[in-house]
């Protein structure tokens, strides 16, 4: 009798408990799909984890990928060197950044930290190629069972060995889920059956046996606070207390198939969680009895807990389900929600303890801590709703224009146009608002109109001209407020005064589709289509609007209500709040069941502290103040390099690889001359977040990252680059920023050391070369005055002494016979010693001082041409001090000498004018004469000849580098000499 007493009281705890846990509010479970797979025909994912840097691994078709949030690469185009696996079966991941992969050629470890294999160090050792029984990750310790008999945990860079069994065994089929588990102070791990537990503290080990027929179909294990569950596929749920089995039958679990794709179960902190394809997820406690803790609804699609789960790896606070359908996030909201699936829901209505949601649909009702719908009224589009009083409300029906609810009874309103009214009524009611006493204002698709509850006649609201107000118009909301009817339409917002109506927002004639307006203190808030939020200050007449750039989830607006000083917006892709300054947003990536919210579809219960909002799926119960909350705690996460590409000048790669998680240089060698950067999107599935970037000193201003991701640098010149990325929120509010710095290492030819080496050799040579050729040069001057002296000495004192003797031999035959010989070589005597000084004056570098020239120049010009009484005029301009050199006085001096022996040959009764220009850099002698007798027909003859003295000093100006230029006519004969003396004074100068 006790028993039964005792066990019926269990009972009625246990329901009252549930019923209890039923009404609690909480965060509910949501899936959010990572990546569909690795294309459409290819969607089945074995494995994931997810490392310490927030990449996702995952294997599909056996082979490794890695996704960084934009990308899937295979590892082979990741890693260059040689795999040591072809076929990868498992994985997992430690907090120390490696990987640890189960192939078909055992155990082998990658560190991603370093991105490299780990194999000949001590961690690797016996590890190493082993084969694998299971493999479990708790936190910062993993787990390893190989088929050497050993069972070992990794703790860091430190391994121990904690078992030691008899590896002899073929199993026909391992379990899908685990069948090694561990926390800090307990491990189990089932094998060969038989169960294995190990106590981590004082490394104790003991070992008990299973029941063939549990073990055969075993699937999963469980730790409890005491033992441990099983789930067996085939017969259910057993515990395991350290003695004995025990089938169990959790409150409220479905029985029959056990298997994965049946229900989802995973342990979640000190929980055990069990979803299921109707909605609903079960919470137990982690003791034998599985005290139930709560039933809520997860808003999990049915077709995905339908679909094969191949691994579901649930760690702190997020689960990786990898399925046939590709791989999933699921995790718990961070604000308290609940969810109706009314399909479309529209105006939102609270009469006792029920809710009303309208929509394309029959009238649905439900209650707050109840996820049972239940039908109100017929098939019909239910719009609006405007309470009249406690039990009662007006309803605005988008086709039968009016209805009441009265106590949850929908019925339609009767209505009749008043009489004189020549209008035509629409009866698609989009808005409702209280006029006076028993009149209501009606919103419809053309027009305001009014509706007298007790006489039921339907007027138009009209102006002092008699126009319906806002004809043509569908009027989106309806207020009345201080003898001001405000409305909006799908050409902006206006307000209907003392008869007049004014177009307020927007002005100059332009039209803007406002859903909703709402009202704070002196100000209006406009809910627009495209151009976001609109605050317009009355008192100020100041006009300001808010878009998606200042955190709006979007510029397209639905709904809109204040909550105390909270401004809730449903918009067309997510959920937003402003609290005055900044805006905060969510999106089904952080648990809402959908993104497109309705309009209108806004109701807060001030009782509950709860808001109800309607969108194109159902409708949503949110704490105000704990979903703002939730959303300020959201925090992006830090920007990580996914790989770099370096190329060469002829665009091929030479280097591609993934930098280390630590490294902050990226060095470049000398070849290099452009990179790709492919910055990682780390958890993109589940935070909304932009990314931006500046590359110093290149671009200064930071700019948005494209969606591939990457940033491409072409013709990079040698030095340092700081690129610093930045991740920020949508709304700003919470940044990351990290920097690297990029350097290209120079060419030899761009290094300090050539520019010295190069310094010092070039400084070198011109010191030999200028050595050199100082003391060639003074030998040559040596050479020349030895010799000019000589020739003088000489050769000049035989000449002249002939010279003298011809004409002592001259006058002694004077008076006896003419000689004319003696006449000759006493002038070929002469022309001789002339000539020999003419040499010896060029090649004397005594002579190449300035002044020099001219006067030897003024000299042969009064022998040749003032003795033949040939009129000269000799001009000259010097505008430098520098000397001439030698060679070019030698060839300038020889051509004045020809062009003088011409003019005496030729035109010996000529008029001669000499000009020489000398500067810095130029030299120019023009000598110009008369054409007189004779001459004057040879020179104007078209077959005239130049003749060899021509020629020659046509070869000594290309000699000075410069040219001779005649010019003649009629009367006059000019030559103009040329020559670049910049060069030339340089080398001489230098020489």
Partial sequence: MFSRTLRFLLVLTTAIAMTAFNRVWASNYHAVQIISGLDSYHTNIESATKDSQGFVWFIAGSLLYRYDGITVKPFGELYNGPLHFTEVNKLMADGEGRLWFETRNGLVIFDTQKWKFIKDTELAKDLWGEEIIAMSARQDQQYIATKSGRLWQINGNKKRKLLQFNPTFNELRRPLGNRLIADHEKLWFAYNEQLFFVDLKSGSAQKFKMPKNIYKQLDDLFLLQNGLLLRNYGLGYFTFDGNSYKKINPKGLSQGDMRDWAHWSFTEKNNIVFLFEDGRYFEFKDDLKLTPLLVNHHTIQK????????????????????????????????????????????????????????????????????????????????????????????????????????????????????????????????????????????????????????????????????????????????????????????????EFKAGTLHKVYPQNGEKLHVFTHAFKKNKVFLATKGKGLVEIDTENNRIKTYSNADGLASNVIFSMLWVNDLLFLGTFRGLSVWDGENFYSAYSMHGLPFEEFNQP??????????????????????????????????????????????????????????????????????????????????????N???????????????????????????????????????????????????????????????????????????????????????????????????LSRDLHDEVGGLLTGIAMQ???????????????????????????????????????????????????????????????????????????????????????YLIFKEALHNICKHSPSAVVKICLKIDYNKLELEISNTLVGSHVELINKKNFRKGQGLNNMERRAEAIDGKIIIEKSATDYTLLLTANLKFRKLLSQLF
């Fill in 303 to 494: 077709d995905l807990l339908k679909s094969k789960l191949n691994q579901l790896n649930f760690n702190i606070d997020e689960g990786l389900c990898s399925t046939e359908k590709g791989l999933y996030s699921i995790s718990k909201t961070s604000f308290d929600i609940h969810y109706w699936n009314t399909g479309t829901a529209r105006g939102i209505l609270q009469q006792q303890d029920h809710y009303y949601i309208g929509g394309y649909a029959p009238l649905k009702s439900f209650q707050l801590h109840n996820t049972a719908i239940d039908g109100a009224g017929p098939l019909n589009n239910y719009y609006a709703f405007l309470p009249v009083n406690r039990d009662s409300a007006l309803v605005g029906l988008e086709g039968d224009f009016l209805g009441f609810l009265i106590k949850g009874q929908f019925k339609k309103a009767p209505y009749h146009r008043q009489v004189g009214t020549q209008e035509d009524l629409s009866s698609m009611v989009f808005s409702l608002a209280h006029y006076q006493k028993n009149q209501y204002l009606v919103g419809t698709y053309s027009g305001i109109w009014i509706y007298d509850m007790q006489t039921k006649d339907v007027f138009p609201l009209r102006d002092r001209k008699g126009l319906v107000v806002g004809i043509g118009q569908r009027i989106n909301s309806l207020r009345h407020n201080n003898q001001i009817i405000s409305f909006t339409s799908e050409n902006g917002y206006f």
């Fill in 688 to 786: 909304n977040y932009k990314t931006y970037f500046r590359l110093r000193p290149l671009i200064k201003t930071f700019q948005e990252l494209t969606a591939s991701g990457q940033i491409n640098l072409s013709d990079l010149k040698t030095g340092e680059y700081e690129i610093e990325v930045r991740t920020v929120s949508d709304n700003g509010l919470s940044m990351e920023t990290r920097k690297w710095l990029l350097y290209k290492k120079p060419r030899f030819y761009e290094t300090q050391i050539f520019y010295v080496l190069l310094t010092l050799t070039t400084g070198g040579a011109i010191y030999i070369l200028t050595i050199v050729r100082s003391s060639q040069i003074k030998r040559d001057k040596k050479l020349r005055l030895e």
């Fill in 806 to 892: 011809t004409d002592l031999l001259a006058l002694e035959k004077e008076e006896t016979m003419p000689n004319n010989s003696l006449e000759k070589i006493s002038g070929y005597s002469r022309e001789a010693v002339q000539t020999m000084d003419d040499i010896i004056w060029s090649i004397d570098s005594r002579n190449n001082n300035q002044g020099s020239l001219e006067d030897r120049m003024k000299f042969l010009m009064g022998q040749l041409l003032t003795a033949q009484d040939i009129h000269v005029t000799f001009e000259t301009e010097i505008h430098t001090r520098s000397q001439l050199p030698q060679y070019v006085r030698q060839n300038v």
């Fill in 601 to 686: 579809s806004m109701y807060f219960d001030q009782r509950q502290d709860r808001l109800l909002i309607g969108g194109v799926l159902g409708c949503i119960a949110i704490n105000p103040q704990n979903f703002l909350t939730s959303i300020k705690r959201q925090k992006v996460p830090w920007p990580v390099l996914a790989s770099v590409r370096v190329g060469n000048s002829s665009n091929d790669i030479i280097r591609s690889y993934t930098p280390a998680a630590t490294q902050d240089t990226i060095l470049m060698n000398e070849q290099a001359v452009f990179v790709n950067l492919q910055l990682a999107k780390i958890d993109s599935y589940k």
